[in-house]
């Protein structure tokens, strides 16, 4: 019987990754690579429930999961079993023994992604990967002014590829913060939750106002007209990372 609930907080680079998502025809997911540790490690068929879902591409400071066993091994040994298996660009930097209500997707308050540019006419050598590279001098006063327009409670469908139209495309951004140091901008946004390329489209929105390429003023429709087709591009997922998730 499995009865005790274990929370993982990992950290990883998804640059060589399908996204968090195990995937039926590849084992290249991180969701995957870590099923299977936890499986040799408990000797059961581990299914591990993330906070969410990232994409191909995007990084993770802080993701957080948890899992099922009857395993009696200690955290410790846990954690020690994930480092030494566990491919370098994925580390478990901590496991705990959570309340068995606790559920990681369920229980989310809150989550902060961030993305970040290299805002300067040559990219960054060392950073390349982990930054969306834009030559042309961006605008900070005009994105910070289109940047208060997202927060709040929306109808974020012009703003996400997702397909169904079953599910809700609301959600209430708490905050996005702009923060400019030398080249580098950081973009960080906190809410209730995501849809599908919202945070990469936002950025990429964002990043058209910032050129001159799109009028703030234009948001008020883009919004009430629910189409993708409307808003700015969706930004790479390099530059993106989850860095915060709160319950």
């Known amino acids: 019987m499995k009865n005790r ?3 993982l907080t990992i950290q990883y680079d998804g640059t060589r990754y399908r996204g968090w998502q195990r995937l039926g025809d590849s084992d290249n997911t991180i969701q995957g690579k870590i099923e299977n540790v936890l499986s040799r490690m408990t000797e059961e068929k581990i299914e591990l429930v993330g906070s969410g879902r990232t994409d191909s591409g995007v990084h993770a400071l802080c993701q957080v999961a948890h899992f099922k066993t009857a395993c009696l091994l200690r955290t410790a040994e846990m954690l020690d079993y994930c480092y030494r298996y566990l491919p370098e660009d994925i ?3 901590r496991v705990e023994t959570a309340d068995g209500r606790f559920h990681a997707r369920y229980n989310v308050k809150s989550k902060t992604y961030q993305y970040r540019i290299w805002n300067a006419p040559l990219h960054d050598v060392f950073e ?3 930054e969306w590279h834009v030559p042309e001098l961006l605008d900070m006063g005009r994105m910070q002014e289109a940047a208060l ?7 974020f469908q ?4 997702l397909k169904t139209k079953k599910k809700s495309t609301e959600r209430e951004l708490f905050s996005i ?8 901008i950081s973009m960080n946004f906190r809410a209730d939750g995501f849809l599908y390329n919202m945070v990469r489209i936002i950025a990429g929105t964002l990043v058209e106002v910032g050129s001159g390429k799109l009028d703030k003023n234009a948001l008020a429709d883009i919004f009430a007209r629910r189409e993708r087709s409307l ?3 969706t930004a790479p997922p390099h530059g993106l990372f989850l860095t915060r998730v709160e319950y």
């Open 231 to 233: 808003a700015g591009i």
């Open 177 to 184: 913060e702009l923060i400019k140091e030398g080249s580098r």
């Open 5 to 7: 609930n274990i929370k």
């Open 149 to 155: 327009l997202f927060v709040g409670r929306h109808d």
């Open 158 to 161: 012009s703003f996400t590829t």
């Open 128 to 130: 390349r990967k982990y």
């Open 91 to 93: 580390v478990v930097v």
